[in-house]
């Protein structure tokens, strides 16, 4: 079964500012998904396949990483970034998807 | 640009067995997509519970398939699910999600379930 850690459980940074976020999972996968959750909302998937940025996400949005860890940076924060970040991914042993516990970025 | 809209009881006894369903507009479930039924708690955060496909195939948490069914109804462009033995740790936001490959890609609003007696 395929775990994902994320870390830092919360981030305090300033607009402006650049973000790292970090998903690490005990094994091997392909490719992650990250979704951004802001309060009331359903999750909204920023980028798919690892570093491919979804429809209307802005390019200061990047993920990449390879093989047990992943990040996503956003470059310079803006005010409607700060929200709770999840990593996703499938797995095929046992087969299903699985969701990392969340980074809450607020703002500092 | 697929809309997805969850209904169902907003609480539910324990023991019981909740119903929901999910009708999906300006799509169809016809294709390669998947849906797919995901919840979220404070407790066990965001947790996928199953899917299913316009063939038939559905596919479930191994944690949940003693007590789960998700099906598809064509005619009525709905996505329904059951969950059976309620206990408290089944109280979650319940949502109806598309998928893009393996990528949820368009989520309904979500669809809160307590259960209590």
């Known amino acids: 079964e395929i775990v994902l850690t994320q870390s830092p459980g919360t981030l305090s940074l300033s607009p402006g500012e650049r973000a790292t976020l970090s998903c690490r999972a005990n094994?091997?996968?392909?490719?992650l998904t990250w979704y951004q959750q802001k309060p009331g909302q359903a999750p909204r998937v920023l980028i798919y396949?690892?570093?491919s940025r979804a429809s209307g996400i802005p390019d200061r949005f990047s993920g990449g990483g390879s093989g047990t860890d992943f990040t996503l940076t956003i470059s310079r924060l803006e005010p409607e970034d700060f929200a709770v970040y999840f990593c996703?991914?499938?797995?095929?042993?046992?087969?299903?998807?699985?969701f990392g516990q969340g980074t809450k970025l607020e703002i500092k | 640009q697929v809309q997805l809209q969850e209904s169902g009881p907003g609480l539910v006894k324990p023991s019981g067995t909740l119903s929901l369903t999910c009708v999906v507009s300006?799509?169809?479930?016809?294709?390669?997509?998947?849906w797919s039924w995901v919840r979220q708690s404070p407790g066990r955060g965001l947790e996928w519970i199953g899917e299913?496909?316009?063939?038939?195939?559905?596919n479930y948490n191994p944690s949940l398939k003693s007590r789960v069914t998700v099906s598809l109804d064509m005619s009525k462009n709905q996505l329904s699910l059951k969950l059976t033995s309620l206990t408290a740790a089944d109280t979650a936001k319940y949502y109806c999600?598309?998928?893009?490959?393996?990528?949820?890609?368009?989520w309904g609003p979500g669809t809160l379930v307590t259960v209590s007696s």
């Open positions: 300006g799509g169809s479930f016809s294709g390669t997509n998947w």
């Open positions: 996703q991914v499938y797995g095929f042993s046992p087969p299903g998807y699985t």
């Open positions: 999600v598309k998928h893009l490959g393996l990528t949820f890609d368009s």
């Open positions: 396949g690892t570093s």
């Open positions: 094994q091997n996968v392909r490719s």
């Open positions: 299913a496909h316009h063939s038939g195939t559905t």
